[in-house]
């Protein structure tokens, strides 16, 4: 009794404070959705909703401390629906197998792969002896073959003979899903295309995209090189026109989110915007007397940071941006506090109900990291009214601690997904960030406002020479010795744990809240103990990676470039694939058992059989049978990428759809188990009512 009594009035000592949980309670629910190994069914969610529902009428019988429990229960039930919501609401056909032929569609947006190709992100699709039910609504194809840079205007119709698959899966059990994030992109088939591209049809509707453009033409007309390329990311998101040195260098400095239209962008252009209306109404006394200039001041950088977020093509990160703006203007309008953690946890919750799937990605967990952390760090210096010396020293030690604290917040998240850490990103920073603040974006808002008279050139010529000095810094400190080094992937729990550690100690009231310190340090260890699979096998057969004291061995040097960069990054040590193949042993043990790579038509055809304590990895499929276990691309499409490890001196084996379960996105038969479903809702159960096949 005396446990429960303290459990409740630790409770009862949050309110006031249990608003802020309300997206980590959203986030729970969604993680439960998308860490499900079987895809629910649709009366999994009603009995969510029904559970929350029943909660949510039984709180006024409930004591005020349990009351908190139950709420987060509800918003946990109501984060669960708005994933498999989401899910269900985005369900496009995805190609399931492998199409060659003539490709017709509607250009929706053009943009640059990795490998450095023009991709093409192409709706309204028409594909050969393919029905309509059956086409996906979007694709996206990369030119290769040395075809010409293009320019390809939104809303005109192409055509070409193209390679066409359906969206791969992870490269290794728990990486990253790639099935996954285009099921929400709404891509359902990847492709590329040595043809020529054919225009059939002018341009018609995409205005917005089109003026998009428009403008990153012109702005790269008057700035040549990586500089108009930089001037017309930062402007409109187009990135077409950068090198791969260029944003490696910013990579490497971590300054690639001063490419990207995300928080720091829309911040500073609605801050510039405010500071100069409020100005403006300043310079008259009698309307700062009369009129509330400073809620004017936020409904004018409101509407421009509406603006930005069109001009952009509102993106994911940018829309993200963007609400976390407008509710930090919408709190100036209303007399409130405009940085506290009110503001940051309404704005993640309203990104998780519109985006549930944002949960997962590097972009919402670095973004409400560095807000979060800057915004107790800043509060609490307010707080015990901690000054920075001199006003000269304030502005440079306010943005060297600002780019401090980001970076560590958004360090781990970074060196998850990316396995990098950039030892001198800080300084980067620091000599970059007001930069872009002082010159860049004023430069742009003058360029904009300047345009219609044809002065543009005025307000480009000062981004051209902000930029260059970023790109400068950016060179400078990616050339460095130690500029950048790598860290081994963690498992799937070691952010989630580390997250709540952190959360649990913001966010909770009392001296309990350093009980957050325990899942920190546990996830911290966790993530130095793990040990890399000993091989890994792409779901092709076509490529294995052997782990050897010196690093991954590769078992070719050429082919399979994608998967083989991504085991090696992984891996924490991302050398060259002619150098990991070096390294290939000549046997290979695995707890009794020895690993052998049969690949190429000739071996093949020399085949002649294989032990029982073998483990054949064949980039083909054989028509008889054999006593050793046989890893090829018939046996590897049902199983996804293969990792083998070793564990008290057995054999483990752990396949990518085991670890990502069968889902809507990666299943063929989860998804028209959904489509029938859909029509039995729609039709009823009599098949004559439904559309034909």
């Given at each position: ?8 009035s ?28 079987v ?12 559970l ?25 039930a ?101 099935q ?43 700035l ?51 500071l ?41 990160a ?33 990104v ?54 980001a ?9 998850a ?73 963690p ?16 966010l909770?009231?009392?001296?309990a ?75 290979i ?20 059989g ?50 990502s ?5 990666n299943?063929p ?25």
């Open positions: 009794m005396r446990v429960a009594a303290r459990i409740g630790a409770l009862l000592a949050q309110r006031g404070h249990l608003f802020c949980w309300v997206p980590v309670w959203l986030g729970v629910g969604i993680g439960v959705y998308f860490s499900m190994p895809e629910p069914g649709l009366s999994t969610g009603g009995v969510a909703v029904l929350g529902s029943s909660a949510f009428w039984g709180l006024r019988r409930l004591r005020q401390e349990a009351a908190p429990v139950v709420w987060a229960a509800i918003w946990i109501i984060g669960f629906c708005l994933g498999m919501g989401r899910a269900h609401l985005v369900a496009a056909p995805v190609l399931d197998w492998r199409y060659y032929g003539a490709v017709e569609g509607r250009v929706v947006a053009v943009d640059r792969s990795a490998s450095d190709a023009v991709r093409l992100t192409l709706d309204d699709l028409r594909l050969d002896r393919m029905a309509a039910q059956n086409t996906p609504h979007q694709l996206r194809i990369s030119l290769h073959g040395g075809q010409p840079f293009t320019r390809f205007d939104a809303g005109s119709r192409v055509m070409m003979t193209a390679f066409l698959s359906p969206p791969s899966g992870p490269v290794e059990p728990g990486g990253f899903d790639f996954r994030h285009a099921w929400f992109q709404g891509l359902g088939a990847i492709g590329y295309t040595r043809a020529p591209v054919l225009r059939i049809a002018p341009a018609t509707g995409a205005h917005v995209y089109r003026m998009r453009q428009s403008i990153s033409r012109r702005i790269q007309s008057r040549s090189g990586d500089v108009g390329g930089f001037a017309a990311a930062v402007t409109t998101g187009d990135r077409s026109g950068m090198s791969q040195d260029a944003l490696d260098a910013l990579r490497v400095s971590n300054m690639a989110h001063l490419l990207a239209i995300s928080g720091l962008h829309m911040g500073l252009l609605v801050a510039f915007v405010f100069v209306i409020r100005s403006i109404f300043a310079l008259i006394p009698a309307f700062v007397l009369r009129i509330p200039s400073k809620k004017i001041a936020a409904g004018v950088a409101l509407m421009a940071a509406v603006g930005y977020l069109a001009l952009s093509g509102g993106n994911v940018t829309e993200r941006a963007f609400i976390m703006a407008a509710v930090g203007l919408v709190a100036v309008m209303l007399d409130r506090r405009v940085l506290s953690l009110r503001a940051v946890a309404l704005a993640a919750t309203l998780l109900v519109l985006r549930p799937e944002s949960l997962l990605g590097p972009g919402f967990q670095m973004s409400f990291a560095a807000t979060t952390a800057l915004i107790v760090v800043f509060g609490a210096l307010r707080d015990w009214r901690v000054t920075f010396g001199p006003a000269w020293v304030r502005p440079v030690a306010t943005v060297a601690l600002s780019s401090l604290v970076g560590a917040a958004t360090a781990p998240v970074a060196a997904h990316f396995n990098t850490v950039s030892h001198y990103g800080l300084l980067a920073n620091v000599v970059s960030v007001p930069v872009m603040g002082l010159i860049v974006v004023p430069c742009a808002v003058i360029a904009a406002c300047l345009s219609p008279f044809g002065l543009a050139k005025v307000g480009l010529w000062g981004m051209g020479l902000g930029l260059d000095w970023i790109l400068n810094v950016a060179q400078a400190v990616a050339a460095l010795d130690g500029a950048r080094g790598f860290v081994p992937s498992s799937w729990g070691v952010l989630p744990l580390l997250a709540l550690g952190a959360i649990w100690m913001i909770w009231q009392g001296r809240r350093w009980i957050g310190v325990l899942p920190v340090l546990g996830a911290i260890w966790y993530w130095g103990t793990q040990e890399r699979p000993l091989v890994l096998v792409a779901d092709t057969g076509r490529v294995v990676g052997v782990m050897t004291e010196n690093g991954r061995a590769i078992s070719k040097p050429k082919g399979g470039g994608f998967v083989v960069r991504n085991w090696l990054e992984n891996d924490g040590t991302p050398s060259s694939q002619a150098k990991a193949a070096l390294l290939w042993p000549e046997t043990d695995l707890a009794g058992k020895s690993l052998r790579i049969v690949q190429g038509k000739r071996n093949i055809d020399a085949f002649t294989c032990k029982s304590s073998e483990i054949l990895v064949m980039s083909h499929t054989l028509s008889q049978d054999y006593p050793c276990e046989i890893l090829n691309p018939k046996t590897l499409a049902a199983t996804g990428a293969i990792a083998i490890s070793v564990i008290n001196g057995h054999l483990r084996v752990t396949s990518a759809r085991e670890v379960g069968r889902r809507l996105w299943d038969d989860v998804r028209h188990t959904h489509d029938r479903q859909t029509q039995i809702n729609k039709y009823g159960s009599n098949p004559q009512d439904s559309p034909e096949p």
